[in-house]
């Protein structure tokens, strides 16, 4: 079953998908929302380079998308 849910880019992802957010839909974990949306808009980054967060609270990859969620993947930050 589909499952709706908000996902939130950030730094390189965000220029990447050319949105700052969008609704997805989605019926597994959050390692195979990432990998379908790697592979719609080429992220270069594998999820093992990421964290991913769920309504704000740091989520392991493996959790399932739960519906009305936000989801955000959050790449490596540089700083100097």
């Known amino acids: 079953m589909m499952t709706q849910a908000t996902v ?3 730094a390189s ?7 700052a957010s969008e609704p997805v ?3 597994g974990d959050l ?5 379908a949306l790697r592979a719609r ?6 999820h093992e380079r990421l964290r991913v967060a769920v ?7 493996e959790q399932q998308v739960r519906a009305g ?3 955000a993947f ?7």
């Open 69 to 71: 969620s936000e989801i």
């Open 74 to 80: 959050i790449p490596p930050v540089s700083g100097g």
């Open 31 to 35: 390692r195979a929302l990432y990998d």
């Open 41 to 46: 808009h080429g992220f270069a980054l594998p």
């Open 25 to 27: 839909e989605a019926d």
């Open 55 to 61: 309504d704000g609270e740091f989520a392991r990859w």
């Open 13 to 19: 992802l965000r220029d990447a998908a050319g949105v």
């Open 8 to 10: 939130l880019y950030f």
